[in-house]
Every structure is written in C-alpha cells, then in structure tokens.
C-alpha cells in the first residue's frame, strides 16, 4: 500500500445537508449499512459504542432518547444493559432505517419504541429524557446548533447529552494516514460494497471534514444550554465522545 502524502488539499465542495438528500441517501444504503460500516471501520465501531454506554450510562430510571439512531445500533447497546423499565425511543427521519433497526431489535429488545422524527423538530415533550445520545449522526443534521437546542430542550435540568462523531486526528502523522484514507479508499469501498447511485460514501468523507470537532463543537454544545464537557478521543483521535450535562440541575 503506498505511503499517503504528508498532506492533502483540502475538499472544495460544499456537504448538501438538505433533508431530502440525506434522507434519500440513506434510505437507499439502509439494506447494507450495518455491512458497510463493519467493514469499513474493521469493527472498532462496535467498541466505540461499548465505551459509549460505559461512560455515559443509562439512567436508573426514567427515559432516554437516541437521536439520529439510523439502524439503531447505540440503542440496541443501551437496550442491553438498562436496567428494566427504563424507557428506550430511538428517533431518525429516515423510515427505512428505523425499519432495519427494529428488524434488529424484535427479538431481544421489543420494547424500544421506533419514531420517526426530525432531530430539528423532535415531536416529545420538554424535560422528556434523562440521557439523550446521536452516535454519528449530529453531523448529517442541516443546522447543528438547532438540532442541539432540541436536543437540549427534551432534556431534563441534570439530565447528560452523549455524542459520539467522527473527528479530525491531532497528530499530524495520523490526521495524514486518515484523510488519505477517508478521501482516496473509503468511498471507493464503501460506494462499491453499498451499491448505491447517491455516492453516499463520498459524502461520508466530505461531513467529517466539514463539521465543527474538538473546541468548535465543544462551544456549539455550551452554547445549546449545557455544561461540564468532557471529551474522550478514541483510537487515535478518529472518533471522539462529548458527554455534556444538561444546565439547571445537578447531575444525573
């Protein structure tokens, strides 16, 4: 495999965030999401959503929502280890996403409840949820800042935010390897193994690069009305896990 360059120029292209394009996006990749992102990723997925549901845990009792859920894998983690009665809704505007994740979860946890819904117009109450999560998916939201105030508002005061996204490597060596990877290999692959016409892997690529990680999304996330941030990096800095508190209460 060829050495990537020490740098990269950076993507000129604008990310069309409107809804009908991500919707129709990922209505389209839904059949073979779960294969792709297992692929692509090698399976490091799984363990970022396992350090997920450790460091933010599931209320004790009480609600949690995942926003953005796609095919509900964060959900499903949650599912496994709240404790019973604990209310679980996974949300995602994309129908045959929220298909294939209750398709998932019919046997072993029925009881997640499947809506439909924009995360910049959630259809549930104020102070709804105790835990709040969007695992890859706050990036795809048209306006951030809005899909964090909703976010913010179905919160109860003490209640915890847990994002978990792609980010941008600190280390130049390892921010080189990945976005040569990210532009050159990965919508290729992913592009090709999803069988998709909507180019939904180059996407992918240009979202990372374009959506606000480290402080930028540190202050976006203070600014929605939270404190106490916290940011884990995970494997190198490819992915990074923000868990912020809800302001007006102590913490849950």
């Known amino acids: 495999m060829p050495a990537p360059a020490a740098t990269l120029p950076a993507p000129t292209a604008s990310v069309d965030k409107s809804g009908a394009k991500v919707r129709g996006m990922f209505a389209e990749i839904a ?15 799984v ?31 949650y599912a496994a280890k709240a404790k019973p009665g604990v209310r679980i809704v996974a949300s995602d505007f994309c129908r045959p996403m929220l298909d294939r994740g209750a398709e998932k979860a019919a046997r072993s946890h029925p009881s997640i409840a499947w809506i439909e819904a924009d995360a910049m117009a959630l259809p549930f109450a104020d102070r709804e949820f105790d835990l ?70 180059t996407y992918l690529n240009k979202s990372v690069e374009e959506f606000p990680s480290g402080e930028k999304l540190a202050t976006l996330v203070h600014s929605a009305g939270f404190d106490r941030i916290e940011q884990i990096p995970l494997t190198f800095g490819i992915a990074t896990l923000t868990i912020a508190t809800r302001a007006g209460g102590s913490a849950a």
């Open 132 to 201: 709040v999560t969007v695992a890859f998916g706050l990036r795809n939201i048209a306006d951030t800042s809005r899909g964090l105030a909703e976010m913010a508002r179905v919160l109860a005061p003490g209640g915890r935010l847990a994002i978990l996204e792609f980010s941008i490597p600190a280390n130049p060596a390892v921010r080189a390897f990945y976005l040569w990877y990210f532009r050159r290999v990965l919508p290729f692959i992913g592009n090709a193994v999803a069988r998709n016409a909507s180019d939904a892997y």
């Open 31 to 45: 059949p073979r999401y779960d294969l792709v992102n297992r692929l692509l990723s090698g399976g490091i997925d």
């Open 47 to 77: 363990w970022w959503r396992h350090v997920t549901v450790s460091r933010a845990s599931p209320p004790a009792t009480g609600a949690m929502l995942d926003c953005c859920t796609g095919t509900g894998d964060l959900a499903l983690a």
